[in-house]
Structure formats: C-alpha cells, structure tokens
C-alpha cells in the first residue's frame, strides 16, 4: 500500500537534533565568550576546547526554523498520516530555546519565518490529508480516505495535569493510564477535534496563553512545567475495486504525535527559587529524573535491563511510547553558545548522547479487523491471480485439442 510507510524501518532508534540558540542582547552586553564551535561537514559540536560530542544532526546559531522542520521533523509528519506515532521532545536549559523550536508559545500575529514546529506540523498534516484523500490506483482500485485529526494540550505542573485547553476544569482527576489497547491516555483532558489548520492554531494559540508560567533569574517567562500538545490522526482508507460486483473494503489506521516541550533542566540553585518556586523546581526535576532514569535504563546496551522506571512520574509514564515503545522519537537539545552556560550545556549534551542509545520498535497502528481484512483481501488477490493462471492453462489446453481433433478428421 502506501510507499512512505514501507520507508519507516520497524526497529529504529530515537534520533537527537542539537540546536545552539544566537547570544541575547544580556549575553552580548556582558561580552560573554562564545564556547561552542561545530565541525563543519560533521554532525559534531565542540565544547570548550576538546569536548566533541555527534548527533544526528547539529545546527548552529545561524540555523532557520524551516531547515529544522524540513529535515528532522517532516517525515515523522508523514509518517502519522500512515498510521505511525511519533514524537518531538525538547530539552535543555530555560532560556535556550526550546519553546522557540517548538513553536509552544503560538502567537498568530508571528510572521512565517518564525514559526516554529507545532504550527508547521499542523499545516503540514492538513495539506497531506488534502492529498491523500483520493488516490487513483490505475490498475486495480480506486482509494479514498476519510480523517479526522483532534488536539489535545495539556501541562505537567508539579506532578499535576492541567488541561490546557479547558484551564478552568479543576474538578477532573486526570488519569494517566493504558487503554485496552495498550496505548497510553490522559483520561478526564479534553480532546477536539479539528477540521482545518485555523482550528488547530487557534487552540494551541489559546494553550499557550494557559500556560502557567513564572519568571525565574534566566528567563522572564520561562515555563516552569512540561507542555505537552498531541495530534491524533485516523485515517479510514477505503478500497474501490474497479472490477464490478466487487464489494469495497476498508481499514482503520490511527497514530499520535506528541509535541513535548521539556521544563528548563537547570540545576535548582542557579534560579535562585525559593519557597513556591522551589517546590515546582523540586518536582520538575523529579519529572526529568525519572526521563534520565527511563533513558539510562533503555539506552544502557552493557547490562541487560529488565526495568525501566516510566511509573516514577506521569512525564515519563505519558511518553512511555514514546521512549523504547511503538513511536518514532526525535530529541532536539537545545543549548546556550554561550561560556556562562558551559556546565549547563555540557549536562545537556551527555543527557542527549545516551537518548541516541535508545532502540523503539515502531508499528503501524492499525485495527484488529481492518488487518484481518488487509489479509484477506491479499489472500483474494492471490486466489484471483491462480485462477486466471489455471483459466489461461484451461484455454490453452482446449485450443490444442480443438486442433488436434480437426487435424485428425482431416487425416
Ligand atoms: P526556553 O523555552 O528554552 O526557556 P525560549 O524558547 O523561550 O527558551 O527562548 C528564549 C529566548 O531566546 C526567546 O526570546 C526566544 O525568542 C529566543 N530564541 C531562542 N532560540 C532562538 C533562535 N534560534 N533564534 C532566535 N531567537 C531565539
Ligand atoms: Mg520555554
């Protein structure tokens, strides 16, 4: 069926973007140094003088937006329309430009350029539904498929979901939990549907607004809490055979794409917090933690692991897909230039280096009875194709006894 499916290899591992942000003006002021220098042609960074470090790939201060969708994330994009999950989670420090990439803080009257993943990942979907919808198989069927996408946006605030876009429902215990069919769901967050790209940009537009955010020493308006916007793609795929009497089938793909925008990994101590600020510091750490400890367990290849802690934090237990599950995963690192930052980015940069460890086993998410009726209707295929071989062997076989019938009469 679908090409691009075909492409998406079954065993693969989570890939890590690096992305070092320019210097802010505070940062130029000061005169600060930059420390971070990449080798050209390579997908190497070096810190400081002799810290190298390889990722898949690396972009430096001068990186755009769209090269940065373009390459690391498009094919994940497609990949959802065919039944497959994927993720993108953000890392590093407040301040180095983690919500920027993503594109979290979704402000409308932001010009194109700008844009950062989310909002280009929606438009994208739609555009691929747009042509998908009708595809005319020469041969043998014509194929049409129905979707229907919903978002949903939520926040991880001290080990606390908030439903972003209905912020008000405090009365709702959100659940984390694993459906009868093994996924992973926020029971109790609003989910809606969408029907075109506005929809979307609108209510990620309103999420972000939700957010709760508070100002810390590195960032004014750094988020001190883990975001976490998700698609969900069905996709209803029905087969026209062009034979007449022949009866049309169909089969139910579904997929995910998490857009995971991480809290600043800093070191508690460096934000000066206190009270309040120290608690959420205290249980933002907890989350990405644990996300360490999931990560070690799952990238570790020298011992066999036979645990890995998704139940120490609902981050980690939320993305348990998404790290050595059923979804193509990308880290993007993102980092400071910066020489005041140096500790921060060196913590940053082993974090990601042992994600790249990590081996997910990525399926196509479709259902029970769409794929018993994917494998009957290879089977029919193959039954018509034998019989038509064994009606050419039948006419040939006649033909030859017709002549030898009229050779014998004529002798
Ligand atoms: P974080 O979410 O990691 O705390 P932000 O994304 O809010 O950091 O980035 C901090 C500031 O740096 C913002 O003002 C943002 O616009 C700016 N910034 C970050 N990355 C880039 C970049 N690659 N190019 C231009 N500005 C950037
Ligand atoms: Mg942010």
């Known amino acids: 069926m679908a090409t691009e499916t075909e492409a998406i290899d079954k065993e693969c591992l989570v890939r890590v973007a690096l992305r070092i942000r320019p210097q802010n003006s505070r940062e130029l002021i000061d005169m600060c140094r930059v420390c971070t220098s990449i080798t050209p042609g390579e997908q190497q960074i070096v810190l400081g003088s002799d810290k190298a470090f390889t990722f898949d790939y690396v972009y430096g201060m001068n990186s755009n937006q769209c090269d940065i969708y373009n390459e690391c994330v498009g094919r994940l994009v497609d990949g959802t329309l065919h039944g497959y999950n994927a993720t993108v989670l953000a890392y590093g420090q407040t301040g180095s430009g983690k919500t920027y990439t993503m594109g979290t803080g979704f402000d409308k009257a932001s010009d194109d350029y700008q844009l950062g993943i989310i909002p280009r990942a929606i438009r994208h979907i739609f555009a691929g539904i747009d042509s998908l919808r009708f595809e005319n198989n020469a041969t043998d069927s014509v194929t ?15 080990e606390d979901v908030v439903d972003l876009l209905d912020p008000f429902n405090k009365n709702t215990s959100f659940k984390i939990h694993e459906n009868e069919n093994g996924q992973i769901t926020v029971a109790g967050a609003t989910v809606k549907p969408i029907h075109e790209p506005q929809e979307a940009l609108t ?40 034979i007449q009497n022949s009866d049309c089938q169909f089969e139910t793909l579904t997929s995910k794409f998490h857009f995971v925008d991480l809290a600043g990994s800093e070191r508690l101590k460096r934000t000066l917090a206190t009270g309040e600020r120290a608690r959420e510091g205290i249980s933002i750490n907890c989350g990405l933690l644990a996300l360490g400890n999931c990560i070690s367990a799952l990238g570790d290849r020298s011992k066999k692991v036979s645990h890995v802690p998704y139940r120490d934090s609902k981050l980690t237990r939320l993305l348990q897909d998404s790290l050595g599950g059923n979804s193509q995963t990308l880290m993007i690192a993102c980092i400071s230039p910066s020489d005041r930052d140096f500790m921060e980015t060196l913590n940053t940069l082993k974090y990601a280096n042992r994600a790249r460890n990590i081996k997910n086993k990525v399926q196509i998410n479709q259902d029970q009875s769409s794929r018993t009726i994917s494998s009957m209707r290879r089977e029919i295929a193959a039954l018509q194709l034998e019989l038509l071989e064994y009606k050419q062997e039948l006419f040939a076989t006649s033909i030859f006894n017709l002549h030898y019938r009229v050779e014998l009469r004529l002798i």
């Open 203 to 242: 209510f990620l537009q309103q999420g972000a607004l939700a957010r709760t955010t508070a100002s810390t020493k590195m960032n004014d308006l750094s988020s001190r809490s883990h975001a976490v916007f998700t698609l969900f793609v069905r996709r209803k795929h029905i087969f026209e055979p062009k």
């Open 144 to 158: 049409n498929s129905q979707f229907s996408v919903a978002v949903q946006f939520i926040e991880l605030y001290n």
